[in-house]
């Protein structure tokens, strides 16, 4: 039996993708796949969705004339097979690891990703823009959007797709409908029609059709217009496509070179307004363990190949996220009132162990943020306690509702924000760095960050007991700092903060879990002479007044620390000072933050220590108030 000849290492850029014959792409596909899943084995990340688009990636570079014409992955995630195809094959091994690949699409990584998606459901309003800017400019490209894996939950794109419809702009949107939430299983009648619907001549006796209807009576027309729609919906489906504006090709087999190829030369060569072509995938596609697992092989660490065993390090400590799970079971068993509410996230944020027990009580929305926090305010009103678990980089989408819906209304919605701070490998669009900022500005908001898992357990006791106005508990992703639980959370005195350690010169005031570092920075200044007091400030919101005037009358230094950016805790601190005229006496004050800018994946722990957030960076900063130098600990600093 003869080998075949690899065709992957000869794919360098789409265009010489373009150069095989139809004949060849699914040997290409099967290459892809397995490649795609060498590298994702090393480097851990998004699998199942990717392995569901091979075909589909292969078949889009080879039918379109990328990156001329514009090809938008949504949700980015989708898209480390288009990675490969399109010049980054040589760096697919450094995938969200420091100084590497994105895990997503990200403009100034490759001119084939015009648009940076990480968060979902941006692809439609992204491409319609392009296509008028397109047209304005007088061009003739395509513009493309790829869409799916739930993605089209979101009411965002709907809104995009309503406007497409009335602009009736040239735009192609392919639905990734990897989860038969739409269509009905695929068959050979479907797939004939898609082609057959989608052709040229059909196209054309369409035009001609409707030319003809408008020569008859007004009603006649419109009969002949609807009889010729519903005939298609009737073998086809896509009423709801239809009804906005977009005609409907679909669906088809997204794993069939067959079907997809003469579909999409269709709709590349079609001249009117915007189509959607409905592909059905199958998530995990060509790799057992995650066919058989789709939630497990969402995103994975790195695993063996042969077995699909993923690594898993043991914790030292039980995570954040399972702690304020747990947590709100205990809650949920004495008190019937509380529900919980999740965007789409039920694994991620803990909620499914909720589920487990609450069915009834657990409520997914799907990726639709917005109405999640507008729902929560919604059971709100009738009495109900519903915790909002979202990770804070989504709850930015919602950050409308959550000041309208629920802030002015004064609504004892109770925020659970996962993964606050930075969340390593997956970068800049997903760590939580704003939420303290965003949400601390509003009146009549409580605010609280945890230090670690017991103080985690006694902020969701105390959201529980907050029977007036929103409040929110901040925590990082990852494992918790491995201190003693309680049996049950004790609710916090609202506003006040607590003193850990005593000193006399230097005061550390820690919001969150930078805490642990605090106490190490404070041991390293206890060496150098400079004894510190720490503070765990519990609340941004109230602030513990008391607690800081105590802190800024009685200590040379002032420093405080957060997992956020600028305009957050420290503002509020810096504000709280120059109001009481605290900082009249000279007290050096300074504020330690995320820095000003986005920062790419890596490491938390070194993402931090480039922060300046570990023990050594406070360490520095209290010695730069002082004006010395820490290398010898003395030495003052030469102008």
Same mark, same amino acid.
């Given at each position: 039996?003869?080998? *075949?000849?690899?065709?992957?290492?000869?794919?360098?850029?789409?265009?010489?993708?373009?150069?095989?014959?139809?004949?060849?792409?699914?040997?290409?596909?099967?290459?892809? #796949? $397995?490649?795609?899943?060498?590298?994702?084995?090393?480097?851990?990340?998004?699998?199942?969705?990717?392995?569901?688009?091979?075909?589909?990636?292969?078949?889009?570079?080879?039918?379109?004339?990328?990156?001329?014409?514009?090809?938008?992955?949504?949700?980015?995630? $989708?898209?480390?097979?288009? *990675?490969?195809?399109?010049?980054?094959?040589?760096?697919?091994?450094?995938?969200?690891?420091?100084?590497?690949?994105?895990?997503?699409?990200?403009?100034?990584?490759?001119?084939?990703?015009?648009?940076?998606?990480?968060?979902?459901?941006?692809?439609?309003?992204?491409?319609?823009?392009?296509?008028?800017?397109?047209?304005?400019?007088?061009?003739?490209?395509?513009?493309?959007?790829?869409?799916?894996?739930?993605?089209?939950?979101?009411?965002?794109?709907?809104?995009?797709?309503?406007?497409?419809?009335?602009?009736?702009?040239?735009?192609?949107?392919?639905?990734?409908?990897?989860?038969?939430?739409?269509?009905?299983?695929?068959?050979? /009648?479907?797939?004939?029609?898609? #082609?057959?619907?989608?052709?040229?001549?059909?196209?054309?006796?369409?035009?001609?059709?409707?030319?003809?209807?408008?020569?008859?009576?007004?009603?006649?027309?419109?009969?002949?217009?609807?009889?010729?729609?519903?005939?298609?919906?009737?073998?086809?489906?896509?009423?709801?496509?239809?009804?906005?504006?977009?005609?409907?090709?679909?669906?088809?087999?997204?794993?069939?070179?067959?079907?997809?190829?003469?579909?999409?030369?269709?709709?590349?060569?079609?001249?009117?307004?915007?189509?959607?072509?409905?592909?059905?995938?199958?998530?995990?596609?060509?790799?057992?363990?995650?066919?058989?697992?789709?939630?497990?092989?969402?995103?994975?660490?790195?695993?063996?190949?042969?077995?699909?065993?993923?690594?898993?390090?043991?914790?030292?400590?039980?995570?954040?996220?399972?702690?304020?799970?747990?947590?709100?079971?205990?809650?949920?068993?004495?008190?019937?009132?509380?529900?919980?509410?999740?965007?789409?996230?039920?694994?991620?944020?803990?909620?499914?162990?909720?589920?487990?027990?609450?069915?009834?009580?657990?409520?997914?929305?799907?990726?639709?943020?917005?109405?999640?926090?507008?729902?929560?305010?919604?059971?709100?009103?009738?009495?109900?306690?519903?915790?909002?678990?979202?990770?804070?980089?989504?709850?930015?989408?919602?950050?409308?509702?959550?000041?309208?819906?629920?802030?002015?209304?004064?609504?004892?919605?109770?925020?659970?924000?996962?993964?606050?701070?930075?969340?390593?490998?997956?970068?800049?669009?997903?760590?939580?760095?704003?939420?303290?900022?965003?949400?601390?500005?509003?009146?009549?908001?409580?605010?609280?960050?945890?230090?670690?898992?017991?103080?985690?357990?006694?902020?969701?006791?105390?959201?529980?007991?907050?029977?007036?106005?929103?409040?929110?508990?901040?925590?990082?992703?990852?494992?918790?700092?491995?201190?003693?639980?309680?049996?049950?959370?004790?609710?916090?005195?609202?506003?006040?903060?607590?003193?850990?350690?005593?000193?006399?010169?230097?005061?550390?005031?820690?919001?969150?879990?930078?805490?642990?570092?605090?106490?190490?920075?404070?041991?390293?200044?206890?060496?150098?002479?400079?004894?510190?007091?720490?503070?765990?400030?519990?609340?941004?919101?109230?602030?513990?007044?008391?607690? /800081?005037?105590?802190?800024?009358?009685?200590?040379?230094?002032?420093?405080?620390?957060?997992?956020?950016?600028?305009?957050?805790?420290?503002?509020?601190?810096?504000?709280?000072?120059?109001?009481?005229?605290?900082?009249?006496?000279?007290?050096?004050?300074?504020?330690?933050?995320?820095?000003?800018?986005?920062?790419? $994946?890596?490491?938390?722990?070194?993402?931090?220590?480039?922060?300046?957030?570990?023990?050594?960076?406070?360490?520095?900063?209290?010695?730069?108030?002082?004006?010395?130098?820490?290398?010898?600990?003395?030495?003052?600093?030469?102008?």
């Amino acid at each position: 039996m003869t080998r *075949k000849t690899p065709l992957l290492d000869q794919i360098h850029l789409p265009a010489d993708l373009r150069r095989l014959p139809d004949a060849d792409l699914q040997q290409l596909a099967d290459e892809l #796949r $397995q490649e795609t899943i060498d590298a994702v084995s090393v480097t851990g990340g998004h699998l199942g969705a990717g392995l569901g688009v091979i075909e589909l990636t292969v078949a889009l570079h080879h039918v379109f004339n990328t990156p001329d014409d514009r090809l938008i992955w949504d949700v980015g995630h $989708q898209a480390y097979p288009h *990675k490969i195809l399109t010049g980054r094959r040589d760096r697919i091994r450094t995938l969200r690891q420091p100084g590497g690949l994105s895990g997503f699409t990200k403009r100034d990584e490759s001119e084939y990703d015009p648009f940076g998606a990480a968060h979902s459901s941006t692809s439609i309003s992204a491409g319609l823009g392009m296509a008028v800017a397109r047209d304005q400019a007088g061009r003739d490209n395509h513009v493309i959007a790829v869409i799916g894996d739930g993605a089209l939950s979101a009411g965002m794109a709907y809104e995009a797709m309503n406007n497409a419809g009335a602009m009736d702009s040239r735009l192609i949107v392919i639905l990734n409908d990897n989860d038969m939430s739409i269509a009905q299983p695929v068959g050979a /009648i479907s797939s004939y029609l898609a #082609r057959i619907t989608s052709s040229k001549s059909y196209f054309k006796l369409r035009k001609i059709g409707r030319q003809l209807a408008k020569l008859l009576p007004k009603d006649w027309e419109r009969r002949a217009a609807r009889a010729e729609e519903y005939t298609r919906r009737l073998w086809q489906g896509g009423a709801l496509f239809e009804e906005m504006g977009f005609y409907y090709v679909g669906p088809i087999d997204g794993h069939d070179l067959g079907q997809l190829l003469p579909v999409l030369r269709n709709v590349r060569d079609a001249r009117n307004g915007p189509i959607l072509v409905h592909v059905v995938t199958r998530k995990g596609k060509g790799y057992p363990p995650a066919e058989q697992s789709a939630d497990k092989y969402h995103g994975v660490n790195r695993f063996n190949v042969i077995t699909g065993t993923q690594e898993k390090p043991k914790p030292n400590a039980p995570s954040y996220t399972r702690v304020f799970a747990e947590s709100l079971i205990k809650e949920a068993r004495k008190d019937s009132a509380i529900c919980a509410v999740t965007a789409a996230m039920p694994d991620g944020t803990g909620l499914d162990l909720f589920g487990n027990e609450f069915p009834d009580r657990t409520f997914d929305v799907g990726i639709a943020e917005q109405h999640a926090v507008t729902f929560a305010a919604g059971l709100a009103t009738e009495g109900l306690k519903p915790f909002c678990a979202i990770y804070s980089t989504f709850l930015q989408r919602a950050y409308d509702q959550v000041v309208h819906d629920v802030a002015i209304q004064k609504l004892p919605v109770r925020f659970g924000i996962d993964r606050a701070g930075l969340v390593g490998a997956d970068g800049a669009t997903h760590a939580g760095s704003f939420d303290l900022a965003y949400l601390s500005c509003l009146p009549g908001f409580t605010l609280m960050a945890a230090a670690d898992e017991a103080e985690l357990m006694h902020m969701v006791a105390t959201c529980r007991a907050i029977e007036s106005g929103p409040s929110a508990v901040r925590y990082p992703r990852g494992e918790g700092v491995g201190v003693e639980l309680p049996e049950e959370g004790v609710p916090l005195a609202i506003g006040r903060g607590r003193i850990v350690r005593e000193g006399s010169t230097v005061a550390l005031l820690s919001l969150g879990s930078r805490l642990a570092e605090c106490l190490k920075a404070a041991d390293l200044l206890s060496g150098f002479g400079l004894p510190a007091t720490v503070a765990d400030a519990r609340f941004a919101k109230p602030l513990d007044k008391a607690l /800081i005037r105590q802190l800024a009358s009685h200590h040379e230094v002032f420093v405080t620390v957060e997992e956020g950016s600028a305009g957050g805790f420290g503002a509020h601190v810096l504000h709280l000072l120059a109001a009481e005229g605290l900082l009249d006496r000279g007290l050096k004050v300074r504020t330690l933050t995320l820095p000003d800018t986005f920062i790419d $994946q890596g490491k938390p722990d070194a993402m931090y220590a480039k922060a300046g957030l570990t023990a050594p960076g406070i360490v520095e900063t209290v010695f730069a108030a002082l004006g010395r130098d820490v290398t010898d600990g003395r030495a003052p600093v030469r102008a």
